[in-house]
Nanobody, 123 residues
Framework: QLQLVESGGGLVQPGGSLRLSCEASGSSLDYLAVGWFRQAPGKEREGVSCISSAGGSTKYADSVKGRFTISRDNAKNTVYLKMNNLQPDDTAVYFC????????????????WGQGTQVTVFS
């Protein structure tokens, strides 16, 4: 069965950058759309970015446009989220999720989820 594992989270100061990775195992990610979601304490899970199976279509939440970039390397069975100019409001657990195309930012549309990686932005 498909399994997803996120990595790359950590502690960073405002204005800093991180790159998150979502690596799949047990099955190929080649034919699946992938989304990144985040959940802060006391908040609902929100969509951050998503990418189509072939990488030709991407979407971003308004709050991260111009700062975050999603990409994928199907040869490595991995999807990335590059995060620049991080702010305290970006602090959350970040999850990746996969499902059939087309990609979207609705959490309930995805069936396969990783366990999440913590991103904390502070000074």
């Amino acid at each position: 069965q498909l399994q997803l594992v996120e990595s790359g989270g950590g502690l960073v100061q405002p204005g800093g950058s991180l790159r998150l990775s979502c690596e799949a195992s047990g099955s190929s990610l080649d034919y699946l759309a992938v989304g990144w979601f985040r959940q802060a304490p006391g908040k609902e899970r929100e969509g951050v970015s998503c990418i189509s199976s072939a990488g030709g279509s991407t979407k971003y939440a308004d709050s991260v446009k111009g700062r975050f970039t999603i990409s994928r390397d199907n040869a490595k069975n991995t999807v990335y989220l590059k995060m620049n100019n991080l702010q305290p409001d970006d602090t959350a657990v970040y999850f990746c999720a996969a499902d059939l195309d087309p990609p979207n930012l609705i959490a309930t549309a995805y069936d396969y989820w990783g366990q999440g990686t913590q991103v904390t932005v502070f000074s």
